[in-house]
């Protein structure tokens, strides 16, 4: 089952970085009136990825994974970069998810709905900002996102 689980997380981050190929530095730029732009929305996405990650193996990804200054403007490469490190550690950590070993009482099926539904919800708050500002995903670019049945390999 985890390899399973391992494999629909796979897909989930593939798409957000699908999202993040998608977009120009215009588009990553946008901010709204309230909340966080687009380019602090990747970062909030990459920096729940470690939050949780650490919280499961503290020693294991503290240092394996970028932390960035709070007042660092992560550039488009250091998300690419962030997105694909802690994707791989999730697969990691799905493919030899022990629930005795976790500092959490989530099961692998927890934690993996719980990041799905993070993630997605913030494609929707990215895809609202772009609209916003006026320069939003095309409708083909936008339909992409929630074709789970294809990996980013387009």
Known sequence: MSVELARTYQICAEHTA???????????DVKLPKGQGVRATFRHIYTVRRMWLEQFNKAKWSEALPKWDKNYKVTTEDLR???E???????????????DKKKSSKSASDQLGY?????SYHWAMI??????????????????LWEWGKT???
């Open 18 to 28: 699908y999202l993040l190929d998608q977009l120009s530095e215009e588009q990553l």
């Open 81 to 83: 970069q962030a997105l």
């Open 85 to 99: 490190v802690s994707k791989q550690a999730w697969i990691e950590e799905f493919t030899n998810w022990e629930p």
């Open 115 to 119: 990041l799905v539904a993070h993630e």
């Open 127 to 144: 895809e609202i900002a772009l609209r916003h500002a006026e320069c939003e995903l095309s409708q083909s670019q936008s339909y992409s």
């Open 152 to 154: 980013r390999n387009r």
